[in-house]
């Protein structure tokens, strides 16, 4: 595909934008324009989300200046999306690269409730590894609000499948 690795350099990113649009990646919440809003697969904080550009790209600045304001603006409004559904207090966003060298953005809801050591730390603080585990019915309420929210937002695109529709094909 135009823009995306040559397929022995395809990320974990890559994986998933593929299995996101054949229905088989259970955390997806939505398309949008720019690509895809999943969930993280450990969720440290309830609602932590990814943006995943599609077609994936190394870094932002590999995106057009059209491209890369559209990935920008559904970064944010998938961040309106959580304040409003899930009533944090503020959202973080972070985009990296240096571990997975392909562009993907991290958007996390902070929440008042969190433990006061962790509440104004940087979010990589957490214990990843003693995070929950992702898993769709018990973020199918979540997911639903969220998919009407960036729908009412004007942000999304159709999708051919079900989230995890087909991850048993």
């Given at each position: 595909?135009?823009?995306?690795?040559?397929?022995d350099t395809l990320s974990a990113i890559h994986a998933q934008v593929v299995a996101a649009r054949a229905g088989?990646?259970?955390?997806?919440?939505?398309?949008?324009?720019?690509?895809?809003?999943v969930f993280g697969e450990r969720q440290f904080v309830r609602g932590y989300a990814l943006l995943l550009p599609d077609p994936v790209v190394p870094n932002l600045n590999?995106?057009?200046?059209?491209?890369?304001?559209?990935f920008l603006s559904d970064m944010s409004r998938l961040g309106d999306a959580l304040l409003k559904v899930t009533g944090a207090v503020r959202i973080n966003y972070a985009i990296f690269g240096n571990q997975e060298p392909a562009l993907h953005a991290h958007v996390i809801p902070r929440y008042a409730d969190e433990p006061e050591s962790l509440r104004t730390a940087h979010p990589w603080a957490y214990d990843w590894s003693a995070a929950p585990v992702f898993e769709r019915a018990a973020f199918q309420?979540?997911?639903?609000?969220?998919?009407?929210?960036?729908?009412r937002l004007g942000v999304t695109k159709p999708?051919?499948?079900?989230?995890?529709?087909?991850?048993h094909s």
């Open positions: 595909m135009k823009n995306e690795a040559a397929a088989r990646d259970a955390r997806v919440i939505a398309r949008l324009f720019s690509g895809w809003a590999a995106l057009g200046a059209h491209e890369r304001n559209a309420e979540l997911a639903s609000s969220l998919l009407r929210e960036l729908t999708m051919r499948y079900d989230p995890g529709a087909n991850a």
